[in-house]
Each structure stands twice: as C-alpha cells, then as structure tokens.
C-alpha cells in the first residue's frame, strides 16, 4: 500500500513537471533533473546530480542535448512510466531490496535479468550462435512471468530481452511488459517485424526500449545480417522516431566494422534518425560458427577506449548515451555477470552466469532463481570476482580464459549451448592469443590512466571472504619456511655444493 501511495504520488509530480517542461523545455529541464534527485535521495551519490545539473545549465553541453531531443521525440506518458519504472521502483525499492537480500542470502543478486523468449530468429547473422539454433526452444508466457515475479522479490525491476529474435513472441512479450509496469525493459532486436501496431502497443505499456541491431554502414550491416538488413534497420528507425518510440541501436565490433561504427557521419545519421543510446559489444567466438577472425585486435580495443571517452566528453562527444559491454569495466568493478550485476536465462529454461558463457548448472524449471544463485557456478562466480584486478581485462573467457577453464572444471556446470556442447577447453582455446596479446596492452593503459572508484564491494571483503582468506594463509606456511629455507640455504652454502 505504501508503495502504490509512492507511485501515486510520484506519478503525479511527474505529470505536472512535464506540463511545466512542455512550456519552455530548455529553461526547465533542471526542474525534472530536481525532481529525479528527490524521487532517488539516498540511492546515488550527490555528486552524480551535482554534476548533471551543472551539465544542465550549459548550452553545448552533449548531455543537455541528449535530454531535449529525449523530450522532444520521446511519447510523454513513456516517459513517465520509465521514470517511475527507472527511478521509484528499479532505483529506489528496487537497489534497497537488493543489497538487503545480498546480505540476507549471502549471494550475488542481480540488478538487471536477461532472457530469451524464444530462439527462433528470422534472420542467419555471420558469427551469431542463435543463427544455428532455429525454432527449438521457448520460454511460455508463465515461465516468463514466473522470472519477473521472482526478480522482483529480489529487487531485480530491470529486464532486458534478447533470442533469437524476442519480437518473434511478439504478443506474449507485449503482454508481460503491460502486466509489470514497476520494471524496465529493453528489447533486443533486428528490426524486421516492427510495424505501426507495435509502435501503439509499447505505448500502451509504456515501459519498454527497443535496441535495434546495426553494425555500421550498409556494406557492414548487410555483410553480417544478410542482403536488405541495413534499410529495413533504418525504415524501422523512421517509423519508431515518427511514433515518438524511445529507442537505441546494438552494435556489434569487429576487426571489420570498427571503422564505420566509429565514423562521425555514421553517428551523425543515427542521432539524425532518433536513436538515443548506443551499446556497444566486442565480438565473442562462441559456437561452432565462430569466427576468430573477427575478435577486434588489441590495437583496436584499445583504440575503442580513447573513442568512448571522446565519445563521452560533454564537450567533444555526440548527443548520443554510448556503452561499451567491454571496455567499461573500470566503471562497474570488472565483471558484472554470474548475478554480481545481472545474469541470462536461455529461452530452455537454462539460468547462465552471462549471455556470453553458455554453461549451466540450474534451470528455471527445476531451480528458483535464489536456488541457482546459491548453486555451485554462481558462487563460484561471486568468489572468484573480480577475476582480474586490471578491469580492462574483466572477463573470464575472453581475457582471463584460464579462470573460466578453472571455474567449469571446478563446479561440473554443462554446455547449455543447443546443439553442439561446446566443451570449455575449446571454447577458451579461441580466446587464448587474444588474451595473451591484450594483456600488456591492457596494463599499458590502467597504470597510465585515471579509474573511478567504484566502491564495489566483493566477496574477498566479505568477513567470510576474509576469513578464508586467513584460512587459505594459515594452511601453508610451511611451503613458505620451506622456500625461505631453501633461499637461506642457498646464499651460504658454497657454490661447488648447491648441485647436490
């Protein structure tokens, strides 16, 4: 009851300050950014609103740009739902519940779950697992409900879709967004089967973003997706801008495309065209299929860095929200799968640590979530992260393959891949050069550069981390003595005699 009050009354302010911002959106944007502060007090750093009203008041800052072209192209009603969504229940209840239950549980509780309603995908994109896996598996509309209800009581209000293709379960998926109006979600898509009705249904939920697959220009995208992907991509954007749908783009790096995805005229179409926020993803050789050939370089990756730092800046960057899944480690503490941020659950039911690592030891059809989070290869997960103190290199598979062999052979999780069970040796084989190559590269630029400090707590600073790690201590000291002795030994014994 108290919550629904909340809502209520939140849900309110909100209508009148949009009214209010409708009447001169650049001179009131800072009453909404204020309203935000209120809506959160307690939940972020006082700095972080200090700094976005700062960036209010500056006419060519990047950010005041993105916010007004938000409230000019974005359905009003959207907003709202998003901001309540967002802010009230995902930022406020939401972060709350999760750190109590962190502690309660004594596990790893995710702020965001991604899910699969289907693998079923009408389009064969090069280098993408589900390309392989056709119309095999899917989640129903209740197991689907089932993980939204059983997140929330986690605390968990941010959901995120991907496939196969998740619009292929187009009504199912309309229907649990409209059901759970207090969550957030993202859907991942390539853009074929939007059409004017879906544009009156997200409406109608008002909770929902899509992020549209492209990897640059025409040659790039259609390279990868197939013949015509590019302007159906940009049809879509026309008709989800036109309707005032908010919506941003997924793209995928590679050695071949990072040229294009990077080229200014490129992002200037995209702003042009609507999008909001861009994520961007270094390719992964999973499956059969992978090609390794398209692992970006070490010199690109670390070109990638400096881009999204311009990128960012507020003065040289682009109207434009960019994330790199990769290279944004420094900003989240290195890894944030195996439910230390959010974890995956394929469309059969198979709860992975990451939509990257398809091993599994639970599933939704005979675990809860708490009961998976609890299961050896999530624990293993929260022990061992960060599983590289350098979080430029914050993977267990791609940069540190050593630590996922470790983490599979350790917890016996299985292959959930669907058709052919990639056993982790072969996997981690692929990502060995890359991993090797990008170490001192990635040394190189974390002990020349600048980190936030994130504040993250992990389970090594945990009072049972640190006692096992007192215990770990305590049960080798007589390696050491040995090896101290021997040193000893070594520097008085005449040299003629250390052979024997």
């Not at 901001?83 to 519940?97: D, N, P, R, S």
């Not at 960019?322 to 944004?328: A, G, P, R, S």
């Not at 599933?363 to 599983?387: C, D, G, S, V, W």
Request: charged share 30%; net charge positive.
């Amino acid at each position: 009851m108290k919550h629904k009050v909340q809502h209520a009354s939140a849900s309110f302010v909100l209508n009148r300050i949009l009214k209010y911002l409708d009447k001169n959106p650049e001179k009131n944007i800072l009453r909404l950014i204020e309203t935000a502060e209120r809506l959160t007090k307690g939940v972020y750093p006082e700095k972080y609103f200090t700094s976005i009203k700062q960036g209010a008041k500056d006419f060519d800052n990047i950010y005041r740009k993105l916010a007004l072209s938000i409230l000019a192209d974005v359905d009003r009603n959207d907003i709202k739902t998003m901001l309540l969504a967002l802010g009230l229940h995902a930022g406020f209840y939401g972060t709350k519940t999760v750190r109590e239950n962190r502690d309660k549980f004594n596990i790893n509780i995710p702020w965001t779950i991604l899910f699969d309603p289907t693998s079923a995908c009408n389009r064969k994109c090069k280098g993408c697992w589900s390309a392989e896996y056709g119309d095999k598996q899917s989640l129903t509309l209740d197991e689907m409900r089932s993980i939204v209800s059983q997140g929330k009581e986690m605390g968990t209000h941010n959901y995120m879709m991907t496939g196969g293709e998740p619009l292929m379960r187009k009504e199912d998926v309309l229907t649990l967004c409209k059901e759970n109006r207090d969550c957030f979600f993202l859907i991942y898509t390539n853009a074929t089967l939007i059409d004017q009705k879906l544009c009156d249904d997200i409406h109608k939920a008002g909770n929902i973003t899509l992020a549209l697959s492209i990897e640059g220009e025409r040659e790039y995208t259609d390279f990868r997706r197939g013949g015509g992907s590019y302007d159906k991509t940009v049809s879509a954007m026309k008709l989800l801008r036109k309707n005032k749908v908010l919506f941003g783009v997924s793209i995928c790096y590679t050695q071949k495309n990072i040229p294009s995805v990077t080229n200014s005229d490129f992002l200037d179409f995209l702003i042009e065209n609507g999008v909001k926020y861009a994520w961007f993803f270094n390719y992964m050789p999973l499956g059969k299929g992978a090609d390794t050939e398209l692992i970006p370089t070490p010199e690109q990756r670390k070109f990638m860095y400096g881009w999204m730092k311009k990128m960012r800046n507020s003065k040289t960057g682009k109207p434009l929200f960019v994330v790199d899944f990769q290279n944004d480690g420094e900003y989240v503490g290195g890894c944030i799968a195996g439910g230390r941020n959010y974890f995956h659950i394929n469309s059969a039911g198979d709860i992975e640590p990451c939509v990257f690592i398809h091993y599994s030891d639970s599933n939704i059809r005979t675990h809860t979530l708490i009961e998976a989070l609890k299961n050896p290869l999530f624990m293993a997960y929260r022990k061992n992260q960060p599983f590289n103190d350098n979080h430029l290199r914050p993977c267990p598979m791609l940069e540190n393959p050593d630590r996922l062999r470790e983490i599979i052979k350790q917890t016996g999780a299985k292959s959930s891949d669907f058709l052919s069970h990639e056993d982790v040796e072969t996997l981690c084989s692929k990502c060995d050069a890359f991993a090797k190559a990008w170490k001192p590269v990635a040394e190189e630029l974390w002990n020349s550069t600048k980190h936030p400090n994130t504040h993250t707590q992990y389970y090594r600073d945990t009072p049972e981390g640190k006692k096992e790690q007192e215990e770990k201590i305590k049960s080798t000291p007589k390696k050491r003595e040995t090896k101290e002795t021997i040193e000893i030994v070594s520097a008085v014994v005449p040299s003629n005699t250390k052979k024997s």
